[in-house]
Structures are given as structure tokens and as C-alpha cells.
Nanobody
């Protein structure tokens, strides 16, 4: 049984930082590309960042590039998202996801087979 469990969300002031973590179990973690998505209240789920399983390639949404950093530790089966210079527009539920191989764009949620339950990030102005 695959489980992805996010942690690290919370309330932070604009300009602050948070670090999200995702603990994975029940899958060959190193074989999966992993991603972070977010969903503001009442809006669609959007791509945030991804880390490929091969080559160590990273991908970011334009809105977070330069502020967020995705990383993974295959020995610990964890995926992290370091978020700096947070803005109120970053307020959302953040989800960790494991991507199916050869499933198209990293930015498409449809390519991801497994999802965590999400963690709330709230940025106050």
C-alpha cells in the first residue's frame, strides 16, 4: 500500500519561510519522479515543482522559481519543498505526488499515480 504523508505546513507571515516534507512508503521511491502541487481554496490544483527519478532534473512553476527548492533523499524516501519569500498568493493545500513513468509532462496532475492527503500552508499579509 502506497502512502505519501506530507508535513510542515502552517501559518507564516509574508516574506517568511517554510519547509514541507513528504514521507513515502510502499513504493520503490527512487524509481519514481516526484512532484508538489497546490490547491488554493475554490481553485484548481496547480503544479509547483517536480524532481525526476533519473538525472536529478528539477522543474518549477514560474510563480515559484527562485523562491522554492525541491529536493529528495532516496535513502530516506523523502521529498522536501523549501519555500522562501512566501507571499499570500502561496496560500493553498500542498500535495506530494508520485508520477507514473513515461506519463507526459511533469506539470500535469494526470500523470501522477499516488497522492498524499495534503498540508495547509497559509501566508498572512
Amino acid at each position: 500500500q502506497v502512502q505519501l504523508v506530507e508535513s510542515g505546513g502552517g501559518l507564516v507571515q509574508a516574506g517568511g519561510s517554510l519547509r514541507l516534507s513528504c514521507a513515502a512508503s510502499g513504493l520503490a521511491f527512487s524509481s519514481y519522479s516526484m512532484g508538489w502541487f497546490r490547491q488554493p481554496l475554490g481553485k484548481e490544483r496547480d503544479f509547483v515543482a517536480a524532481f525526476s527519478s533519473v538525472g536529478g532534473n528539477t522543474y518549477y512553476a514560474e510563480s515559484v522559481k527562485g523562491r522554492f527548492t525541491i529536493s529528495r533523499d532516496n535513502a530516506k524516501n523523502t521529498l522536501d519543498l523549501r519555500m522562501n519569500s512566501l507571499e499570500p498568493e502561496d496560500t493553498a493545500v500542498y500535495y506530494c505526488a508520485a508520477r507514473r513513468p513515461y506519463s507526459g509532462s511533469y506539470r500535469s496532475a494526470q500523470g501522477y499515480a499516488y497522492w498524499g492527503q495534503g498540508t495547509q500552508v497559509t501566508v498572512s499579509s
